[in-house]
Nanobody
């Protein structure tokens, strides 16, 4: 099985920064895309950013220039550096990993349990 665990959330004031981490573990042959999603109260889950195994990235417009996604393939870990945080960034942030467990099987998307980010004065 594969486990995905996020960490790094917390309570910060507007303009401050947080760095989220997400590590996949278990039976892993290769991880392709990794991504960060978020869900604010009363809203649907939205894609924040994703990164391919080769390092190509994509961001939702509202975080461009403020957030940076990166990964360390040797550690099966993806990061989200969040700068200039705004109250509207408040949400539960979820990580996923498109993981192939062996050469004989296709990829499956595994999700973490989420980490709370609260931006408030």
């Amino acid at each position: 099985q594969v486990q995905v665990v996020e960490s790094g959330g917390g309570l910060v004031q507007p303009g401050e920064s947080l760095r989220l981490s997400c590590q996949a573990s278990g039976t892993i042959f290769r991880i392709n895309n990794m991504g960060w999603y978020r869900r604010a109260p009363g809203k649907q889950r939205e894609l924040v950013a994703y990164i391919t195994r080769g390092g190509m990235t994509n961001y939702v417009d509202s975080v461009k220039g403020r957030f940076t996604i990166s990964r360390d393939n040797a550690k099966n870990t993806v990061y989200l550096q969040m700068n200039s945080l705004k109250p509207e960034d408040t949400a539960v942030y979820y990580c996923n990993a498109d993981t192939q467990q062996s050469v004989a099987f296709s990829s499956y998307t595994y999700w973490g349990q989420g980490t709370q980010v609260t931006v408030s004065s």
